[in-house]
């Protein structure tokens, strides 16, 4: 019994670990691209998240041949101008009981210039380089969401998307800006080649105004 406990224990420790953390990515002007695991709404410690050993080898899409390198605390990865796009699957196994398992995507994005989505799950701005967003699951808006932006001095503010899947984030002084949202899927699933009973989809955007 206290080995089936301490198992339990572990899985539900994991579970909140994988939805705590995101994937985000930074970029300033025109230069590499820095991919970064953890939880955006806290200073990162030196040498980065404990988690960030997991992240391993993060797709930038359109796909990329440019080398990744890792530095203390993100992957460092130089790529084209314009916005970054980044998925991973791969960070945490599926974990849970057979028949139950739970597994997560990450999905982030750097940059507002273009006003599409590329991703699966992808948070889009309606215009270029404007402050209202929609978030888009292949290629539809979702309704009735919630966004956390969480400001260059690490306050945060919850909103929801419109009937539209459309909001106006709270963007007030210049800065770094992370907006991340979670959603849950449920059905008959696949993640990688195990199957799943719930997926939570994480997306993150990242802008400096």
């Known amino acids: ?12 420790a994991l579970s909140n670990v994988a939805q705590a953390h ?14 970064y695991l953890g939880e955006p709404a806290d200073a990162l410690p030196p ?17 990329s ?11 460092e990865v130089a790529v084209p101008a314009g916005d970054v796009r980044v998925i991973d699957d791969t960070v945490f196994a599926p974990w849970g009981e057979e028949g139950k398992k739970e597994g997560v995507v990450y999905y982030a994005r750097a940059g507002r210039a273009d006003a599409k989505a590329a991703l699966p799950w992808e948070i889009v701005p309606t215009a270029a380089n404007g402050d209202s967003v929609v978030l888009m699951h ?4 979702v309704p009735a969401a919630k966004l956390t932006v969480i400001s260059p001095d690490k306050w945060s503010k ?40 719930k997926i939570y989809h994480i997306a993150t955007l990242t802008f400096v105004r």
């Open 138 to 141: 292949d290629g539809k808006p």
């Open 47 to 63: 040498g980065g998240d404990p988690e960030f050993e997991k992240l391993k080898a993060p797709r930038i899409v359109p796909a």
């Open 65 to 75: 041949s440019a080398a990744q390198a890792r530095k203390a605390g993100y992957i």
């Open 22 to 35: 995101e994937i985000w990515v930074e970029r300033d002007g025109a230069g590499p691209a820095r991919i």
């Open 1 to 12: 019994m206290l080995k089936l406990s301490a198992a339990l224990l572990a899985l539900t």
């Open 158 to 197: 919850i909103v929801t998307t419109d009937a539209q899947g459309r909001v106006t984030l709270p963007v007030q002084g210049k800065g770094r800006y992370i907006v991340t949202t979670s959603q849950e899927e449920t059905g008959d699933l696949t993640l990688g080649s195990a199957k799943v009973a």
